[in-house]
């Protein structure tokens, strides 16, 4: 094997949670820099299907990242609205943004020169197929060749090969989704500036919510729909996702048969899932996004935090077991908050009764906000810089 193939540290997936670790080692451990390869098989810009929404927590690790993300094209939502059947929750942060909606291919090409301008080597275009854990190292074949490493760390997302390959038996808990764009239209009664998510499928044995998020497309308004399901009850009772998707748009003067419909599935994270074997480490949607939302965009830029120092600890004491990174994981303040959001996610979804789904989020308003502000958001704060 040619030394061009030898690397200390292979991370697969230029996605936020690859591209944020690499961005954190940067800053932790800038002597990896030239000794990483980030392997990714799409080419930037490369579509992605996502609402493209960045809450608070995005906004702060990439500020202390020095990143401005406001140079990239994006919409802000003023309010964030949590309805059941329209009416509900408003939620409205300070600045006039709570909300900041990007389009995950202008985000992620960003994030990619961001990284390469620090240094770090992208190979575009080169599919992962297999990784193997060996007493040299870990082996990692790809359609142009093999490389070898000391670590490698999985950012290959929800479907991801590495986490494949090294917890085939694992139990996976994987969210539905479908999500659409389509031009605004005069007879949508919902606030131009606004974003909304809707419950009301709660009652249909749905474990989820609908969106409809202001977004741009090349600098054209647009209004991205969608319905998530984290899959969490019997296919037989479900109401289908499509059915109740168009329903709901067409309340609001949409037709989704004019739209082009996609889906993609989102691994959630369970604390009782395997993050790390020797060598091998899993971040973002790989390792678990948000149970409750499907919300991963903060939670891939938070791992890639937690990731980096687990990295550089490994590196100082030649120990390449990971054997704390669980810990360090669930015990960080991304680690509360996803465990916080599991729980909540089996409470809240299991509450099907109508008149329940009601009181939560018409009438408990005050507690749900408490409960959001302390548990489910603004845990970036609580992070060490
Ligand atoms: C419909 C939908 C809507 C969503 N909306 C939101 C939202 O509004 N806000 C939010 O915060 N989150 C949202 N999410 C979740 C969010 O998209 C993910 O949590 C986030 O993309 C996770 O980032 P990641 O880097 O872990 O994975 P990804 O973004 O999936 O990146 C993985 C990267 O790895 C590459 N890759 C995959 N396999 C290989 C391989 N074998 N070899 C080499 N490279 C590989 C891929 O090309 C990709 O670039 C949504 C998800 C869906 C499906």
């Not at 202001?214 to 289908?240: C, H």
């Not at 329903?247 to 048969?257: D, I, N």
């Not at 919300?295 to 590196?315: H, V």
């Amino acid at each position: 094997m040619s030394a061009d193939s030898q690397y200390d540290l292979i991370i697969v997936g230029a996605g936020p949670s690859g591209l944020s670790t690499a961005l954190h080692l940067a800053k932790v451990a800038p002597e990896l820099v030239g000794r990483t390869l980030i392997l990714e098989k799409a080419c930037h810009p490369r579509p992605k299907l996502c609402g493209g929404a960045l809450v608070v927590d995005a906004e702060i690790i990439l500020e202390r990242l020095g990143l401005d993300v406001s140079e990239i094209p994006h919409v802000d939502a003023r309010t964030a609205h949590f309805n059941y059947g329209d009416h509900g929750l408003a939620i409205r942060l300070l600045r006039g943004r709570t909300l900041r909606l990007i389009r995950r291919d202008e985000f992620d090409a960003w994030l990619a020169s961001k990284a390469r301008a620090r240094g770090f080597a992208i190979l575009e275009g080169v599919t992962v197929r297999d990784v193997t854990s060996t007493e040299a190292g870990v082996r990692v074949e790809t359609d142009r060749g093999e490389y070898i490493a000391r670590v490698v760390v999985g950012a290959d997302g929800s479907n991801g090969v590495v986490r494949r390959c090294v917890f085939p038996k694992a139990p996976i808990y994987t969210a539905r989704t479908i999500e659409v764009l389509a031009p605004p239209n005069d007879r949508d009664n919902h606030g131009a500036n606004d974003a909304y998510f809707d419950f009301f499928p709660v009652p249909k044995s749905i474990a989820g919510y609908t969106w409809d998020f202001p977004t741009q497309v090349s600098g054209r308004p647009m209004r991205v729909w969608g319905i998530y399901d984290a899959n969490l009850f019997e296919s037989a009772k479900r109401t289908p996702l499509k059915e109740l998707l168009s329903a709901e748009m067409a309340r609001h003067g949409y037709r989704l048969e004019d739209c082009e419909i996609k889906g993609y599935p989102i691994r959630w994270f369970d604390p009782f899932n395997p993050f790390s074997v020797k060598g091998i480490l899993l971040v973002g949607d790989a390792a678990g996004a948000d149970s409750i939302f499907g919300e991963g965009i903060s939670m891939a830029l938070g791992y890639g935090r937690i990731a980096a120092q687990a990295l550089r600890a490994a590196f100082k004491k030649d120990d390449f077991s990971f054997r704390d990174y669980r810990l360090r994981l669930t015990l960080s303040p991304l680690g509360q908050a996803l465990t916080v959001r599991w729980l909540i996610t089996y409470v809240l979804f299991s509450l099907q009764w109508g008149w329940i789904q009601f009181l939560i989020w018409r009438i408990f308003q005050p507690f749900v906000y408490l409960t959001s502000m302390i548990f489910v958001i603004n845990w970036a704060w609580r992070s060490k810089k």
